[in-house]
């Protein structure tokens, strides 16, 4: 059983390795789940994507958020082409319905439609300076249209069968199309721009020579080029290189095919091979010498465009791939399958670096730098081993010696290495850099765990310690795991699937450990007494021993961190620069427009890299987490000065102090007065209160006052809101509790004049004015009731008046000579002085503002 068990874990062990390594291939920033995706296009400059669905649905992505934006849903059937305008808020789309349709995605509506295809569009594009789209139709023309003029310009006549994909060239009159005659078509048309551009009678020459492709008035606007033959079978789709003179095209012949040209040929230059069913899509790396294939054989495939060979394969177990697409100016592809869509992208953008001091050590191409945060002097120290195309994954620096050692992670995890270098000292010039001498071994991850000793997790996930020789000391038994972080001296971090173990070297046993998926990066404290765990979409702080100190979770991905100089984490995501507090209170500083790689925190500013590894700085406002460290820590001096001088602003943060306790300090803060007369309820300044009440002038808010005016004793202020509501009962008890009997008799004189007489008699009741209470019976006409009362209270005569009036009047029994009348108790004297019936307890702040 113990024999099998072992066995079964080793098995699970060996997969996951194996899952990692395919995962390390390729990485996926979003996914969705649809219907078959047939067309994607990436907007040229904000985070979007449109996805054209089988099912006749267009969807809006928002890829760094992973939130979808819209859908346009007029197209009927299956929707093919798909295309962002690079400058205008437009996109245009063509479906199974014969039908172009031009968006306006701000406005959310189609705007026209464009008719003329006989068949399936297959797919549509803006051209990149002109105000032209071309489409692609089963009905075996290519058309040109002007999306301003909403008419067609040019049809394109040639192929004899259905016409794939058509696209301009990025910078050329030109225009390749791609059709399932097995020919790749390259077509000229210069004569359409300068048609459009200087209008005239010219083109009937070419006419003559090439009667296939004329406009609408039969005139020569494009003409056949080149004709690309080579595959067998239908051609899927064709590419120009954006600078250089090649097509690529993929067919279903399972090939990949390579095309150069020039004015006067085209010709095959070779062919890939490697798919095993029809190639859906390929185009060319918008910035490295690689191919990108996908297929209809559930894989997505990276070429050597030099080699032609294939580097790595994507594939999906139960999905064919349709579409593929690039970013124009982001390292970021899309592809289409059936049950959705993925972005990814091919290699990290991250920076190797590592930060000591006031130096950060990093490498760009095929030099390690050093940048002086206090001088900004940035020079290369040493020229690395490679052509800088190799991507270094992670670097770790040894000041005792002077040493760095480089990871390097290749697309197979089975190739990975390490390069131990000694950086020559004094060495500050940007000419003749000299190389550096490297000793190179294979691993996954390297990093110093002592001054001498280095620590190096092997390609079977064992860990060895070695010296500066590079040679091996010691081999150390480990918990599972497929990561190793710096953890102080002799100590390392391990990662497993889901879990982060605290690991002492020296005495080969686990410390601690605390639950963290996805972790990528972990960021110490310049005093190491806190941590900070950087997960995919998370990010966990700690303390020295691993407990658990707060975690916050990110919508977008995680990118970077530092620790400031006061304790507090500072981080990045995909599009905003936050921060932290180790209590968990959080917030954000300040927006980005592409993700940047935090080295170093120091006051207001935020040192970093960019993704083309320039060293950059950015200036932050670090007021809002100063002033909540400074509520924490109960340093309310300098919460009084930020109040005064700083500029606070944001439901946020008075939220943050309503929350947290502090709604006097809030009021500091907000203009509007709902807000303030929430605020001033809340924290018992019944004259802020009272102020706001004024300027609001609402019943709701008056009737609000009142009660809290009550409770506090403040029967000045209760009086005023009773009289701005006009509630006169509950104004005549106010005057009864408070024995203001002068101003009780004023109510009963309104209520007179008002006519309202059971307000007048319960005046004089509570004032315990019988003759008043006669004469009010008596004017309404109750008069038995009136003669019960001046009869019960002695007044004879009054009575016997009364009596004649009434009728059937019963025999009144004898009163007792020791009964006593109930008359109202002579009220406490306190209408000069407010007598609390709450305690309001006074925080240490405001205190300090009643000194000031």
């Given at each position: ?6 066995y ?6 060996f997969?996951?390795r194996?899952?990692?390594k395919?995962?390390r291939?390729m990485?996926?920033?979003?996914e969705?789940?649809?219907a078959?995706?047939k067309g ?12 054209s669905?089988h099912n006749g649905?267009i969807?809006l ?6 939130t979808?934006l819209?859908k346009?849903d ?7 082409g798909?295309?962002?305008h690079?400058q ?5 789309s063509g479906?199974?319905d014969?039908?172009?349709?031009v968006?306006?995605?701000k406005?959310k509506?189609c705007?026209?439609t ?10 549509t594009?803006?051209h990149?300076?002109y105000?032209?789209?071309v489409?692609a139709s089963d009905?075996?023309?290519?058309r040109i ?8 310009i040019c049809?394109l006549t040639?192929h004899n069968?259905?016409?794939?994909c058509?696209?301009?060239h990025?910078?050329?009159d030109?225009l390749?199309s791609a059709s399932l ?7 000229d048309?210069?004569?359409l721009?300068?048609?459009?551009v ?6 009937l020459e070419?006419h003559l020579k090439n009667p ?8 020569a606007d494009?003409v056949?080029?080149h004709?690309l ?6 051609v899927n789709w ?8 090649l097509i690529?095209?993929g067919?279903?012949?399972r090939?990949?095919k390579l095309w150069r040209?020039?004015?006067c040929k085209a010709?095959?230059?070779d ?7 029809n190639?859906?899509?390929v185009?060319f ?5 690689l191919l990108?294939s996908?297929?209809?054989d559930?894989s ?5 465009m030099?080699?032609?060979t294939c580097l790595?394969t994507?594939?999906?177990?139960h999905e064919?791939f ?9 390292n970021l592809?899309a592809a ?5 869509m993925?972005?990814f992208k091919?290699?990290?953008e991250?920076?190797?670096y590592?930060?000591?001091g ?5 490498v760009?191409?095929?030099y390690?730098?050093?940048l002086?945060?206090?001088?900004s002097?940035d020079v ?13 994954y992670s670097m770790?620096?040894n000041?005792a010696?002077n040493?760095v ?11 990975s290495t390490y390069?131990l270098?000694t950086i020559?000292r004094d060495?500050?010039?940007e ?7 490297s000793?190179?071994?294979?691993g996954?991850t390297a990093?110093?765990?002592?001054r001498?000793r280095?620590?190096v997790?092997?390609?079977s996930?064992?860990l060895v310690?070695?010296?500066l020789k590079?040679?091996?000391t010691?081999k150390?038994q480990?918990?599972n795991?497929d990561?190793?972080?710096?953890a102080g001296?002799g ?10 173990i605290l690991f002492d070297?020296?005495?080969?046993r686990?410390i601690?450990?605390?639950?963290v ?15 900070a765990?950087l997960g ?5 702080i700690?303390?020295r021993k691993l407990?658990?100190?707060c975690s916050l ?9 530092a620790w400031d ?5 500072i981080?990045t ?5 936050k921060?932290?507090?180790i ?9 980005l427009?592409?993700p940047?790689y935090?080295?170093?925190?120091k006051g207001n500013?935020v040192?970093?890299l960019?993704?083309?590894y320039k060293p950059r700085t950015?200036?932050i406002d670090p007021t ?13 001096e300098?919460v009084?000065y ?6 606070l ?5 008075i939220?943050?102090?309503?929350r947290k306790?502090?709604p006097e300090?809030a009021?500091?803060?907000?203009k ?10 809340e924290c018992?300044n019944?004259e802020?209160?009272l102020?706001?009440?004024k300027?609001?002038?609402d019943?709701?808010c ?8 009550l409770?506090h ?6 009086e005023?809101?009773?009289q ?9 008890f106010?005057?009864l ?5 002068e101003k009780?008799?004023?109510m009963t004189?309104?209520?007179?004049i008002?006519?309202e007489?059971?307000a007048q008699?319960?005046?004089?009741l509570?004032?315990g ?11 309404v006409n109750?008069n038995s ?8 209270h002695g007044y004879v005569?009054?009575?016997e008046?009364?009596?004649e009036?009434?009728?059937n009047i019963?025999q009144?029994?004898e009163?007792e ?11 406490i004297?306190?209408?000069e002085?407010?007598?609390p019936?709450?305690t309001?307890n006074?925080?240490s702040?405001r205190i300090l503002?009643?000194?000031?």
């Amino acid at each position: 059983v113990i024999l099998t068990f072992n066995y079964l874990v080793d098995v699970v062990w060996f997969i996951t390795r194996k899952w990692l390594k395919e995962r390390r291939k390729m990485l996926t920033k979003f996914e969705t789940k649809s219907a078959r995706v047939k067309g994607l296009s990436f907007h040229p400059k904000r985070p979007w994507i449109l996805a054209s669905l089988h099912n006749g649905v267009i969807q809006l992505w928002d890829y760094r958020m992973c939130t979808l934006l819209e859908k346009f849903d007029e197209h009927d059937g299956p929707v093919r082409g798909i295309c962002f305008h690079n400058q205008q808020p437009l996109f245009v789309s063509g479906g199974d319905d014969y039908k172009i349709k031009v968006w306006n995605y701000k406005q959310k509506r189609c705007i026209f439609t464009l008719l003329g295809h006989l068949d399936y569009i297959r797919t549509t594009i803006f051209h990149h300076e002109y105000p032209w789209i071309v489409s692609a139709s089963d009905d075996q023309t290519i058309r040109i249209w002007n999306w301003q003029s909403r008419a067609c310009i040019c049809v394109l006549t040639g192929h004899n069968h259905y016409v794939m994909c058509a696209m301009f060239h990025p910078s050329e009159d030109m225009l390749v199309s791609a059709s399932l005659d097995q020919t790749v078509r390259v077509w000229d048309i210069s004569g359409l721009r300068k048609k459009n551009v200087a209008p005239g009678p010219g083109g009937l020459e070419e006419h003559l020579k090439n009667p296939g492709a004329t406009d609408l008035f039969g005139q020569a606007d494009a003409v056949v080029k080149h004709v690309l033959e080579g595959h067998d079978r239908g051609v899927n789709w064709a590419a120009f290189h954006p600078t250089l003179p090649l097509i690529v095209s993929g067919a279903d012949d399972r090939q990949i095919k390579l095309w150069r040209m020039n004015d006067c040929k085209a010709w095959e230059v070779d062919t890939c091979r490697g798919h095993y069913n029809n190639v859906s899509c390929v185009l060319f790396h918008p910035r490295q010498d690689l191919l990108l294939s996908n297929s209809e054989d559930r894989s997505i495939r990276v070429w050597d465009m030099s080699k032609r060979t294939c580097l790595y394969t994507s594939r999906r177990e139960h999905e064919r791939f349709w579409v593929l697409t690039s970013h124009p100016s982001l390292n970021l592809f899309a592809a289409g399958h059936d049950t959705g869509m993925i972005i990814f992208k091919l290699e990290r953008e991250r920076p190797a670096y590592t930060v000591h001091g006031n130096i950060l050590y990093y490498v760009k191409e095929r030099y390690l730098r050093k940048l002086d945060f206090t001088t900004s002097k940035d020079v290369p120290v040493m020229q690395i081993r490679g052509s800088g195309k190799t991507l270094v994954y992670s670097m770790s620096f040894n000041p005792a010696e002077n040493a760095v050692l480089l990871c390097t992670r290749a697309s197979n995890v089975d190739n990975s290495t390490y390069d131990l270098y000694t950086i020559p000292r004094d060495h500050d010039s940007e000419t003749q850099v000299p190389e550096g001498e490297s000793k190179r071994s294979p691993g996954i991850t390297a990093l110093w765990v002592a001054r001498n000793r280095f620590a190096v997790l092997d390609r079977s996930y064992q860990l060895v310690i070695k010296n500066l020789k590079n040679e091996v000391t010691k081999k150390v038994q480990t918990p599972n795991c497929d990561e190793i972080f710096y953890a102080g001296t002799g100590m390392l971090l391990l990662r497993d699937i889901d879990v982060v173990i605290l690991f002492d070297v020296q005495q080969k046993r686990t410390i601690a450990q605390v639950k963290v998926t996805s972790l990528r990066y972990v960021v110490w404290s310049s005093d190491m007494s806190h941590i900070a765990l950087l997960g995919r979409h998370s990010v966990t702080i700690c303390n020295r021993k691993l407990d658990l100190l707060c975690s916050l979770h990110e919508s977008t991905r995680v990118k970077s961190g530092a620790w400031d100089d006061s304790g507090v984490f500072i981080y990045t995501t995909s599009n905003h620069i936050k921060y932290t507090l180790i209590n968990g209170d959080h917030g954000i500083i300040r927006t980005l427009d592409l993700p940047i790689y935090i080295t170093r925190v120091k006051g207001n500013n935020v040192f970093c890299l960019d993704r083309e590894y320039k060293p950059r700085t950015f200036t932050i406002d670090p007021t809002e987490f100063k002033f909540k460290l400074a509520l924490i820590h109960h340093k309310y001096e300098e919460v009084l000065y930020m109040v005064k001088n700083a500029k606070l602003v944001g439901q946020a943060i008075i939220s943050y102090l309503q929350r947290k306790g502090y709604p006097e300090v809030a009021l500091h803060f907000v203009k509007d007065d709902k807000t303030r007369f929430t605020l001033a309820l809340e924290c018992g300044n019944i004259e802020i209160a009272l102020d706001a009440a004024k300027a609001l002038n609402d019943k709701a808010c008056w009737d609000q006052l009142a009660e809290a005016a009550l409770m506090h004793g403040n029967h000045q202020v209760v009086e005023m809101c009773y009289q701005r509501t006009k509630s006169f009962d509950r104004l005549s008890f106010l005057y009864l509790i408070t024995g203001n009997l002068e101003k009780l008799r004023k109510m009963t004189k309104i209520a007179e004049i008002r006519k309202e007489r059971s307000a007048q008699y319960h005046g004089a009741l509570l004032l315990g004015d019988v003759e008043e209470r006669i004469r009010i019976l008596k004017s309404v006409n109750l008069n038995s009731l009136a003669y019960l009362t001046a009869a019960t209270h002695g007044y004879v005569d009054e009575a016997e008046k009364l009596k004649e009036a009434c009728s059937n009047i019963p025999q009144l029994p004898e009163i007792e000579k020791n009964a006593k009348f109930l008359r109202p108790p002579p009220p406490i004297q306190q209408a000069e002085n407010n007598w609390p019936l709450l305690t309001v307890n006074r925080v240490s702040f405001r205190i300090l503002l009643s000194y000031r």
